[in-house]
């Protein structure tokens, strides 16, 4: 089939790399020139796993373009994906729906033979309809459908998600539209869950779910807070919550709240759509307002382990919202920082992926390092933001030697705390005293 997505970010890219490997022909249409120059000339514009070998492979086949151009990727397709920005909008934090729409009606006139236009964004219930008469305002003579397919892919394993999802859902209310989507997911029958659906169902869904998941976290963080103050492990608790199969034991992990370019924006539109329509959503309203408080608090907690040398260097080691991933959009070790640096002016930091982003947002208000040990040299206090693969297997002595006092602040528990108190580092992490 041929596949037309409109936006090439953290959803668009690899669903467009996803499905060129599924065997289509996927164009790629974005506004942002520079994005498209160095995607056609063979520069991934995000960073992900596994995601390098199949972007080039399809480009030199061919069978993933990029273009600036709306009629080129639109004109022919059998799929019309949105996969374009839904950020929330900076006072009411509903999401921002300008970016769909003018794609709604910029992709309009150049639909030919029967097409379905796919929303792939995280867009409010309702948002379909709006899509739907748009195109039909710009181009009434049109033969195409609106449906709703929500994205399910983690950043940081986008590639891999796109490969083994749990479920796709299918929010179509005309057989002919969810028929197409059905051929173009045959690949995966057999092998995932398919879920046929109403589009204003498959919009809750997407919404749904991430505010469950936040507020899953939420609790496994007030959980550790109880366990701090309690002397229980927040580990062993977890473990122990985890093996019922009605709770499973995923995103159980505490940390210093969640972030990112999702959990917070949706947990906050979906706050928005239920006041809107007037239906009590007490528990996302609560997960919103403590994770906030909480990324302060943890801000706090760096600080008071400078104890008496308020002028003492801070290692931060992680500036991504989470590992694995290059965006530090909505990140909470961004937040966490922030708060810190209202105090400290003397940080220095270190992220494997993150760098490049994370100097455009802090500019010089910190310095950067190149590894973790030299992030450390000389820092009274080492600070664990991001949950690094690499940062479980820092060399303890190594960087005990290059502070000027062996203090660690874990904030995603990363370390073993008997292994790091034995080295001789003061200790502080999260749901254990
Ligand atoms: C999330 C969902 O997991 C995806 O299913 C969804 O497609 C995506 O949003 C989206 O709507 O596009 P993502 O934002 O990439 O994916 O990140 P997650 O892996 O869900 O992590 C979100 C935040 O929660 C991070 O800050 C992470 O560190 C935190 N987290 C996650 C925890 O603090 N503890 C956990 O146990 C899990």
Redesign the pocket.
Known sequence: MKIAIIGTG??GLPTGIGLAELGNEVVCVDKIEEKINALNSGKATIYEDGMEELFQKHLAKKSLRFTLDMKNAVSGADVVMLAVGTPPHPVTKEADLRYIYAAAEELAPYLDGYTVVATKS?VPVGTGDEVEAIIRKVNPAADYDVVSL?????????IH?FFHPDRIVIGANVKKARDVLLKLYEPFQGKTEFLLVNRKSSETI?YA??AF??M??HY??EMADFCEKAGADIREVARGMGLDSRIGG??????????????PK?TNAMAQMGRKYGAELNLIETTIAKNDERKARMGQRVLDMLRDHPDGRIAVLGLA???G?D?CRD??AMEILNEILKTSRNVCVYDPKAADNARKMLGSRVSYAETAYAAAEGAEVVVIL??WEEFRHLDLDRLKSAMSRAAIVDL?NMLDAEEVRSRGFEYSCIGMR
């Open positions: 953290y959803v995280t929500p994205e399910f892919l983690r950043e940081g394993f986008a998600d997407k779910s991430n998941l936040a899953k976290i496994i963080n995923k995103f159980l992990n505490p940390g210093p709240g969640y972030g990112g370019s999702c959990f949706d919202f989470k590992g991933t965006d990140s909470p991001t949950e995603r």
